[in-house]
């Protein structure tokens, strides 16, 4: 099962626009803060960054398959996490995780917010919720 990103990542990531545009006074000589048009940068800037990530969203950027759990990086898929004998996965607390035989529960840092609210409705109805972690 492929796992999209949620469409709020793009706003956690457009602000990284700004910080990109932050040096440019620090190098030139003739820029300043204090000048409109270095803000106008930095909003187009952050807005190109912004269409950029909503470009990226529909790409799943993680999968559970079968007994792994796998995530997209630089070079292709890779694997994560893999279940051992005896673990499943299961959502607890809001987030994604792996219940181990003896009951205890390890997270696998992907809370609900992060998760495309189809997908997650998918994960919800594949894999069992426990109570708490």
Do not use: H
């Amino acid at each position: 099962m492929k796992i999209r990103s949620s469409l709020w990542m793009p706003l956690v990531v457009a602000p990284v626009g700004i910080v990109g545009v932050l040096p440019i006074p620090l190098v030139e000589p003739d820029a300043s803060y204090s000048e409109p048009e270095f803000w106008y940068l930095a909003a187009i800037v952050c807005g190109v960054v912004m269409l950029i990530g909503f470009a990226v969203v529909w790409w799943p950027s993680m999968a559970l398959e079968g007994d792994r759990f796998l995530v997209r990086g630089k070079y292709g898929w890779a694997t994560r996490r893999a279940l051992a004998e005896g673990e499943r996965w299961a959502i607890a607390g809001n987030g994604l995780c792996l219940q181990r035989q003896d009951g205890t529960v390890v997270k696998l840092r992907v809370p609900k917010w992060m998760v495309n609210r189809r997908d997650w409705a998918a994960l919800e109805q594949t894999l069992p919720t426990l109570d708490r972690y």
